[in-house]
């Protein structure tokens, strides 16, 4: 015993000795990861639970919902980092990103990459508690984490990207439970994919402004005056895939009825975006956490 508080008081006092300002810098780190804006949190964990419900075929061990609901917050807050990491020039010229901890030097660059590899590290070493086909999968996870914050700079659809991201977890979810990933689970992964294009496209319309000044690029910047009728369409698409999935997994009138009123929520963000005023985008693309706990629960109850 003694021994063991020995260890541990050394490791303690040469982690301070080369990290003096660690603790002190805690609150911005939680800051960097999001903790506070779990919006996030909720948009990556409703499909991905939703994913191992199905693949589960009912109630998920509970050993896989702790790795993949720890995981999917773990992995949101590694992509945080990283993207501030990557847009620390560009946070600073934008109204609503001026107070982030980079731009207003409560951390640095080499703090922003140290926790993202600390979080992706954790974020794998819950994915170790699974099984090979996972694993696999969760090393292309971090490289879509890691590049999509420059994607930006590079294509108009940066939101594709991200879509490809916080739709992956879904594909996680049936090899985790079952080994492999059945054509059902892939129109999950669509229709997750185009969700996440209209609400990341919501978002984008709240800083389209300050995006084509500084000569970044987005969603809501290429589809310009067609931005609405286009996320409507990809809103259609996405309750038209998920009704179809829901025939599939052979889910009762609970998860139709779910699909009824998440159509009755994009509406109401259709009403939202329809003077693109950067608010109301914004609460728009806030709106979408109800969108996927609605259907969630949709899941839950149509799946007993």
């Known amino acids: ?10 490791t303690l006092t040469r982690f301070q000795s080369k990290f003096p300002n660690f603790y002190a810098k805690l609150p911005a780190f939680a800051e960097l990861a999001r903790l506070d804006k779990p919006i996030g949190i909720y948009l990556l964990l409703w499909p991905t639970i939703g994913a191992l419900w199905l693949a589960a075929e009912g109630v998920p061990p509970l050993s896989l919902l702790f790795i993949f609901a720890t995981g999917t917050a773990v992995m949101r807050s590694a992509g945080c980092c990283i993207n501030d990491f990557a847009d620390y020039r560009i946070d600073s010229k934008v109204t609503r990103t001026r107070q982030r901890p980079l731009v207003r030097a409560a951390l640095d660059r080499r703090d922003a990459m140290a926790c993202f590899i600390a979080l992706s590290l954790t974020g794998f070493a819950l994915v170790l508690l699974t099984n090979q086909a996972t694993i696999l999968l969760s090393l292309v996870a971090i490289v879509v984490v890691a590049i999509y914050p420059f ?115 994009l509406c109401y963000q259709q009403v939202l975006i329809k003077d693109r005023l950067a608010g109301p985008c914004f609460e728009a693309f806030l709106n979408n956490n109800w969108v996927g706990a609605v259907i969630f629960a949709g899941i839950v109850l149509g799946s007993l």
């Open 151 to 265: 994607m930006k700079r590079i294509t108009n659809l940066p939101q594709v990207v991200l879509g490809i991201a916080f739709s992956w977890g879904i594909l996680m979810a049936f090899t985790a439970q079952t080994g492999a990933i059945p054509q059902s689970a892939y129109l999950l992964f669509v229709a997750n994919c185009l969700w996440a294009v209209a609400y990341d496209t919501q978002y984008a319309m709240a800083d389209r402004e300050s995006d084509i000044e500084i000569g970044v690029k987005s969603s809501a910047i290429l589809f310009g005056d067609a931005d609405k009728p286009i996320i409507a369409s990809l809103q259609v698409m996405f309750i038209l895939a998920m009704w179809l999935a829901g025939r599939q997994f052979e889910l009762s009138g609970f998860y139709t009825a779910s699909l009824v009123i998440a159509s009755a929520l």
């Open 1 to 10: 015993m003694y021994s063991l508080r020995s260890l541990w008081s050394t």
